[in-house]
């Protein structure tokens, strides 16, 4: 898939666990894991606004568009 979450990286970089963030944002743990390992097929808007103002950050900050490359298989 080309668009690659960074919300492990943000998460380090604010210095704030998955347990925290799943309690400021009102998601659970596992839909929080699955959006963290790029598991996640859709995100609401809603949700990614929480996670931005729970973060500090802006959605360019999380999410990220990387061409695929030719040779490799798409998911």
Do not use: H
């Amino acid at each position: 898939m080309a668009i690659v979450v960074n919300l492990d990286a943000v998460m380090a970089q604010r210095k704030i666990g998955l347990t925290e963030l799943s309690d400021r944002v009102g998601i659970t743990l596992a839909n929080l894991s699955i959006l963290k390992n790029c598991r996640a097929k859709a995100i609401r808007f809603s949700t990614l606004d929480a996670i931005c103002r729970a973060l500090e950050c802006q959605p360019g900050d999380i999410l990220k568009f990387v061409e695929d490359q030719p040779g490799t298989a798409a998911e």
